[in-house]
């Protein structure tokens, strides 16, 4: 699984990226209105980080509009991957983009596996389901996961499915199992996925040890 870090925090982004482990990012209008900053701004120092995938989200009305915008967004550069609306008009940018223009697509704002069906079979390369606001209304996330890859294996589709906005680690377990291709989560549960209470505890126990030899061999 690709793990992409949520936010248009750019410090957070560099505290992430010298781990090795972080592969994109993703980011929208209220993570950047949160940050207090010019949009343009963020979205060029991201990257001028070393990613692969940065998707930022296109806002038009219209496919037309959509289009002549994630044509402006990809001049900061070719990792950028557009966000598109799950609606009609969305749909109908995404194989313009992917197809005329060679812009890769992100489906967002997905919550039905009709809709991811949709949205694979418009092609776009990413398709976004967003498990939080799910789960916020009371709707478990597995079975629209599970019918989500269930449908991309069964007809051979080639989006990469991205459960967006994961919060938890019993969630990203379920993503886990379900073979999704990529997370994207918040910083606070990227720096949580490398804590464990044992672990606290068995390298405590080691130095304690460790201090015991040393006290050991310097007394010989």
């Known amino acids: 699984m690709k793990i992409f870090l949520d936010t248009a925090n750019v410090a957070a982004v560099r505290k992430a990226q010298v781990t090795g482990l972080l592969?994109?990012?993703?980011t929208n209008p209220?993570?950047?209105?949160?940050?207090?900053?010019?949009?343009e701004d963020v979205i060029e120092e991201i990257c001028s980080l070393a990613l692969d995938h940065v998707s930022v989200e296109a806002v038009a009305d219209s496919?037309?509009?959509l289009v002549a915008e994630a044509r402006r967004l990809t001049a900061f550069g070719p990792q950028v991957v557009i966000k598109v609306p799950m609606t009609r008009e969305g749909l109908r940018a995404v194989p313009v983009l992917e197809?005329?223009?060679?812009?890769?697509?992100?489906v967002t704002m997905v919550f039905s596996p009709t809709q991811a069906l949709l949205a694979m079979k418009?092609?776009?390369?990413?398709?976004?389901?967003?498990?939080s606001r799910l789960e916020n209304?009371?709707?478990?996330?597995?079975?629209?996961?599970?019918?989500?890859?269930v449908i991309k294996r069964q007809y051979g589709f080639h989006s990469e499915v991205?459960?967006?906005?994961?919060?938890?680690?019993?969630?990203?377990?379920?993503?886990?199992?379900?073979?999704?291709?990529i997370a994207t989560i918040p910083e606070d549960l990227f720096n949580l996925?490398?804590?464990?209470?044992?672990?606290?505890?068995?390298?405590?126990?080691?130095?304690?040890?460790?201090?015991?030899?040393?006290?050991?061999?310097?007394?010989?």
């Open 99 to 106: 197809r005329e223009h060679r812009i890769r697509t992100n």
């Open 193 to 220: 996925m490398f804590e464990h209470p044992l672990t606290q505890l068995g390298l405590a126990q080691f130095d304690q040890d460790w201090q015991k030899v040393k006290k050991r061999g310097s007394s010989d």
């Open 162 to 181: 991205i459960a967006g906005s994961v919060k938890t680690q019993p969630t990203l377990l379920s993503c886990l199992r379900a073979g999704v291709d």
């Open 23 to 26: 592969n994109g990012v993703t």
């Open 137 to 149: 209304v009371a709707i478990e996330s597995d079975r629209l996961i599970d019918d989500t890859m």
């Open 63 to 65: 496919a037309e509009g």
């Open 30 to 39: 209220s993570h950047v209105a949160k940050a207090g900053r010019v949009f």
């Open 122 to 131: 418009a092609g776009a390369s990413f398709i976004s389901i967003v498990l």
